[in-house]
Structure formats: C-alpha cells, structure tokens
C-alpha cells in the first residue's frame, strides 16, 4: 500500500459491528497514518478518528416486523450514503455485517468501479442463502471470523478468507480485580452472576423484566449471591434495585461473573472466552419469532453452540425463556464443583481452539490494505 491519503467508507450499524470497526480503523492507521475514515458507526469508531455520517443509535433494529416499521427512514439513510459515497470518492467501501442495509448498498454501487470488503460477513448459512448468489456478483474481499463459516460459503464456490476470530486478541482492562470490587461494594469472597440482557433498547424492554424475576428466585435460593449488570452505552435499563451493580463495561462484568445470564449475541462468545459459564436466552417480538421459526435453518441460536456444533450452553429461547427456568439452569452453573460447569469450561476450551490465534484485526488490515 502507498503512503499516500487512502479514503475508506465505513459501515457499521450495530454495537458489536462498532466494536470491530473501531479495532480495524486502529490497525489500517498503523499500517498508513494518512488514511482517513467516514461512514457509519458508533463511538468506538469516533474515537478512532472516523467521522460519522449516521451513528449506530440510529441504524440498529431487530426483528422482522421492527425492520418494515423502519422502512421509510431507512430508505432515505440508504440514499444518503450512496450520495455521500459518490461525492467522497472513497478507494475502498468495508461493509462489517448488517446486511440487509449493507448487501442493497453493495448492490446499487455495484457499477461504481469501488472495491468492496465485508468484514463479518452475512450468516447466509442460517437463513437467506439466495444472498451468496448476490455477494459474489457485488462484493471483492470477504473477510469471515468463524472457521465453519468459511468452509460453508467456499461450499458455495464463493471465495472466503478465514484470518481468526477478533475476540481471540486480548483486551487490556484498566482496572484491577481489587479495585472493581472495592467500586461497587462487593465481597471478592463471594458468587457473582453477570447479567447481560442486551446491547439495543428492543432487547432490554422484553428482557428485563425477566431477568429481574429470575434475580428474586436466585436470591432466595442463594443469600450470598451479588449480581453485576453489563449496560451497554446509550440503552436505559429500568427498575434496577440498589443491589444490582451496574458496570458499564460489560467485558468487566463477565471477567468477574462466576457465571452469566447473556442475551443470545456476540456476548455469548466473549463470555466462553472469558471462561464465564452461561445461560443463553433471547425474546423477539410474537411476530418477528413466528417468522424467524419458518425462515432460520439452524440447529442452535448461540454462536458458542454453532461453532462447537453441540449444545455447549443450554437455550432458553422465547416462551422457553421463564425466570424459573433460567433459574433452574443458572443454579448448577453458580457452583464452582458441579458437573456441569466442569464439562462446559472444558467445552470452551476446545471450542477456543477453533478460533485461532490473537491478531486477527492487523492480519485483515494488511489482506485489505494490499489490494487498496
């Protein structure tokens, strides 16, 4: 890659897409300090110097039924961008995942004569596999983080470059062990379960409530259990009880959680990397899971159980997700020589295996940066 200016168009439209946005512009700067970066993301690719264009607060929806609703505004974002791509004249488009926006954008610049990537690339293996035929006509480089990923869309005679899994590169966190015990009055001595409810209000509004329930079940069961709740940024959790610890790094809560109770996402994998034992759950709206049974081909909703191809983590999924239920479930998991904790961190050992070595973000940069 040259030394000179190097434009890149960037979209994210979800936190976790965020997250990876941020870490990809930080390695493309260290590869070339002038390149420069817009598009769509959140804070974290702010902070790395992109300016953004639209922010993820106002791109992140989930369900079927929640995207139709949004249709209108989306539609005139969808233009926005392409325009401001036009005008920009950026060397390089990089879509991370969000696809439904990101596939019709590739499609209309198709014929633009702009490379594109896309980073974290569209789970066709799950659902919509019509979207591999579109991909290979429309997008240059694509970038996988999942190693049963990529050998599904080489399946499909769709070229696919697997460098790792992100989650594998060590995040430093600035604080001690001591000193976050001591910040939210807790005794090291004792349980901790983190609760994860969600990055997007639509998660938190069904989630919460039973997540609260579950809490008081525990509570009784177990006197000397504390519990921490990871709040992702710009969500606003309700009703939360003076005995609930609120961090707002979430990575922090699941280091700490003896186990977890995590909404089904990309948390799930943090979690088994962190060795947190967990219970997964997820609630969409009646509608939007009525439609995700007839069209999701999978077996499981964790990515933890998709990539270890067996149900490492139990599932409790929308009328299945009670709070006796995850009680239930969470009780075992809470005790340190228990069976089943035993047999899941060992499981997350052998699936950490799979996902390669640390890395992952300057390995993209410089597949990117070759063919910018």
Wanted: charged share 25%.
């Amino acid at each position: 890659m040259s030394a000179g200016l190097k434009k890149y168009f960037i979209i994210a439209g979800e936190p976790s897409g965020d997250l990876h946005g941020g870490k990809l512009i930080k390695a493309l700067k260290m590869l070339n300090p002038n390149s420069s970066f817009m598009g769509h993301g959140g804070d974290r690719m702010k902070d790395e110097g992109m300016h953004i264009i639209e922010h993820i607060d106002n791109l992140s929806i989930m369900g079927f039924f929640e995207v139709i609703k949004h249709l209108p505004r989306m539609s005139k974002i969808m233009n926005k961008t392409f325009d401001v791509i036009i005008k920009s004249k950026p060397d390089r488009v990089i879509l991370i995942d969000y696809p439904g926006f990101n596939l019709r954008l590739a499609k209309k610049l198709s014929h633009l004569n702009i490379p594109i990537t896309y980073f974290i690339l569209p789970q066709a293996w799950a659902w919509k596999e019509k979207r591999v035929k579109t991909m290979k006509k429309v997008i240059d480089q694509a970038i996988s983080i999942f190693p049963f990923e990529a050998k599904w869309y080489e399946s499909k005679k769709f070229n696919v470059e697997y460098l790792g899994h992100p989650f594998m590169d060590t995040e430093h966190i600035d604080e001690s062990t001591k000193s976050f015990y001591e910040r939210h009055l807790l005794n090291i001595n004792e349980p901790i379960l983190a609760l994860l409810p969600g990055s997007r209000q639509q998660e938190i509004d069904r989630h919460w409530p039973i997540y609260l329930e579950t809490v008081e079940i525990l509570r009784r069961k177990l006197k000397n259990l504390q519990f921490v709740v990871g709040k992702s940024a710009h969500v606003n959790i309700p009703k939360c009880p003076e005995y609930l610890k609120v961090e707002q790094n979430a990575k922090k809560a699941m280091v700490v959680g003896t186990a977890a109770l995590v909404s089904s996402g990309t948390a799930t994998l943090e979690c088994a990397i962190e060795n947190t034992p967990m219970v997964v759950c997820y609630k969409l709206s009646p509608l939007s899971w009525i439609i995700a049974q007839l069209l999701i081909k999978v077996k499981y909703s964790s990515i933890v159980n998709l990539i270890g191809n067996k149900k490492i983590v139990p599932e409790l999924l929308q009328n299945g997700m009670t709070s006796n239920k995850l009680a239930d479930e969470l009780l075992p998991l809470l005790d340190l020589d228990s069976e089943k904790r035993k047999n899941m961190l060992s499981d997350f050992e052998d699936l950490k295996e799979l996902l390669g070595s640390p890395g992952v973000y300057e390995r993209t940069a410089e597949l990117i940066s070759k063919q910018t």
